[in-house]
């Protein structure tokens, strides 16, 4: 299995993070800030339906999104949990209008990651400097957020699990993608929390006294829940250094947008 990579690139528009390859006939990407129509704080390409945006914008920013990701037919399957920061996983088996409407439902009621075995049901989650996290088998997805309580949960981890149960492929085989997320140097925690995440990943995790490196221990927890380290691709740009580029909850005060990871099977 060659190692995997992010490419930047536009599509009808949109600005993406991607694997072009579309490994095991998954479509996925992690989207930029622009190629939207929304304004102010939430210029241009808002994904999140919770901060505050018109929802008319809302809604044609993801029908944008979601042409770009060639998944612009699938609009009303879109599964978009309502992201509490923790470590609840929903599954969705089928693409039938009753199976994705009961997986919508109970996504609504809190969730930080959906595992996808389906064709033709795009996943969306939300991000403005916490953690993205798209990990692809052979016959399924899934999409995890990993904010500091998501990650020292392992959310990512148990998202592999899942879907090593739903699938039959061990994590040794599958394909994480670590997205845009806020970087080391940007993410100053609290003493208490650094020795927190010292003790659970390692000192590897805390750069100089007490900045936290999440990106890295979302990593180590993939790593090990047996995912390759050669499998792992990753983000190593800062949201919060990279306003111009991501929505940023600390670089902008809280008045921000959401970018978005996005993944969908396509059955080719």
């Known amino acids: 299995m060659s190692a995997p990579t992010l490419t930047r690139y536009q599509s009808h528009g949109v600005t993406l993070l991607g694997d072009v390859s579309a490994p095991q ?8 800030r622009t190629g939207g129509v929304s304004a102010g704080c939430h210029a241009s390409l808002n994904l999140g339906s919770a901060c505050g945006d018109d929802a008319s914008c809302v809604a044609e920013n ?5 042409a770009a990701l060639g998944a612009e037919d699938c609009g009303d399957a879109l599964v978009n ?10 599954v969705v088996r089928s693409c039938g209008a009753d199976a994705v409407r009961a997986a919508q439902e109970d996504a609504a009621g809190g969730a930080d990651a959906i595992v996808c075995t389906a064709a033709g049901v795009p996943v969306l989650l939300c991000f403005a400097d916490c953690v993205p996290v798209v990990l692809v088998a052979a016959g399924g997805f899934a999409v995890a957020h990993s904010g500091w309580r998501g ?14 149960e739903e699938t039959g492929t061990p994590p040794s085989q599958m394909i994480a993608y670590v997205g845009p ?5 940007d993410y100053e925690v609290s003493p208490g929390l650094a020795e927190r995440f010292s003790a659970e990943f390692g000192p590897g995790v805390i750069w100089g006294e007490r900045n936290l490196d999440l990106g890295a221990a979302v990593s180590a927890a993939l790593e090990d829940a047996g995912v390759p380290p050669g499998s792992i691709a990753c983000c190593d740009v800062s949201t919060a250094s990279a306003t111009e580029r991501f929505f940023s909850y600390r670089a902008e005060h809280g008045s ?8 969908v099977m396509t059955g080719e």
């Open 25 to 32: 006939g998954v479509a996925l990407a992690f989207t930029e």
């Open 62 to 66: 993801r029908r944008r999104a979601l």
């Open 81 to 90: 949990p309502h992201q509490v920061h923790g470590d609840r996983v929903v």
């Open 151 to 164: 990650t020292i949960g392992r959310i990512g981890a148990k998202a592999a699990r899942v879907l090593s």
């Open 181 to 185: 997320h806020i970087g080391r140097e």
């Open 256 to 263: 921000c947008g959401r970018h978005g990871a996005l993944a």
